[in-house]
């Protein structure tokens, strides 16, 4: 039996397996990858370098995990498309005060507009309702965040959203059983009616690695890296799964389905494999996932057969990323700008 987990609360290759996995981001006429620019580390280099290396690579969107401004300052005029997060520290006052999500969006949306292709905001990142203090701030901070862009004529162009963490589902064998955790419920239903209501997308994470290390005993390698032969796992509804990254994300559609937004498209605001700090996280392994995901989310998933928008984590490795020893080691470039897999660069 092959089952889905969800995520627990982060030498060389060839030259020509890289460069085919950097092609492939800009792969023609769909929407669909992205690349998250974290900022934790000491040796990074600078946000105009780092957009100059987008531009190269022809990596058309970003996650940006605050509104850093020497960054939004350097995105101006690259015609890269841009997921904003909403930094903790400002849940609280967002929260509470419409005028402080007004000021928000002026210092940092307004500002930059149009020179700056906005396209989400995102409150919140892996909140975890169970354990986090503040999970009762995200959905009035999306609401003031909300109203404030509907007031600068921005409703249209720039959705509010938040980044959920997989572990907020249970029951995810086979994918369609997939439902929110019944303790939770107070805290993304709200969400979902929200997001439904205003036609945004919910943004998920989605770490076939943290599902496959958690249960190596259940979970094949192969099934995790896009390898499979055949369908491991095969649904009552009639799909079939070559993959676990399709059965995460069609968890997620089943449980938005029961919580009534069946009609909520999905976002995969985060995704990758790291290649040190783990016996499963190898250089081999983390161009297997990558350069397969990249393929296959232009194909979408046996429940919605459509182009994925998808953000691969992430762009650098960050030295400084709390966590285990694997959370360092997700980029694709090293911080001084060589690619990782050899020979790019």
């Known amino acids: 039996m092959v089952m889905a987990f969800c995520r627990k609360p982060a030498f060389a290759y060839s030259f020509l397996l890289l460069g085919v996995l950097l092609a492939m981001l800009q792969f023609s006429g769909v929407e669909a990858i992205g690349v998250c620019y974290g900022l934790n580390g000491d040796n990074l280099p600078s946000r105009r370098d780092v957009v100059s290396l987008y531009k190269a690579r022809n ?48 210092d940092n949306i307004r500002n930059y507009y149009p020179d700056v292709r906005f396209k989400y905001v995102a409150v919140g990142n892996e909140v975890n309702p169970g354990a986090a203090p503040f999970a009762r701030l995200i959905l009035p901070a999306m609401r003031n965040i909300h109203n404030a862009l509907a007031s600068a004529g921005f409703q249209d162009q720039i959705k509010v959203s938040t980044a959920v963490w997989s572990a907020l589902l249970t029951d995810t064998y086979p994918p369609s059983n997939g439902k929110f955790n019944d303790n939770f419920r107070w805290y993304i239903d709200p969400i979902i009616s929200f997001l439904a209501s205003n036609g945004s997308p919910l943004l998920a994470n989605i770490y076939p690695y943290f599902s496959y290390t958690g249960n190596t005993r259940d979970i094949p390698l192969d099934y995790a890296l896009f390898r499979s032969s055949g369908t491991p796992v095969h649904d009552p509804n009639g799909l079939r799964y070559q993959n676990l990254f399709d059965a995460l994300v069609d968890s997620m559609h089943a449980a938005l389905s029961k919580a009534g937004g069946a009609n909520v498209p999905i976002v995969i605001s985060e995704t990758g494999w790291p290649s040190s700090g783990h016996p499963a996280a190898t250089p081999d392994n983390a161009a297997t996932y990558l350069r397969n995901l990249v393929n296959h989310v232009q194909k979408g998933t046996p429940r919605k057969p459509q182009p994925l928008e998808t953000y691969i984590f992430a762009m650098f490795d960050e030295n400084l990323k709390p966590g285990e020893a694997t959370e360092r080691h997700f980029g694709l470039f090293y911080p001084h700008v060589e690619a990782k897999y050899d020979g790019i660069v």
Do not use: F, H, K, T
Not at 59 to 81: F, K, T, V
């Open 59 to 106: 990596i058309g969107a970003m996650r940006l995990y605050a509104p850093d401004r020497e960054a939004l300052q350097a995105l101006r005029g690259s015609n890269i498309e841009l997921i904003v997060d909403v930094p903790g520290e400002s849940l609280q006052s967002i929260a509470s005060d419409a005028g402080a999500a007004s000021r928000w969006v002026q």
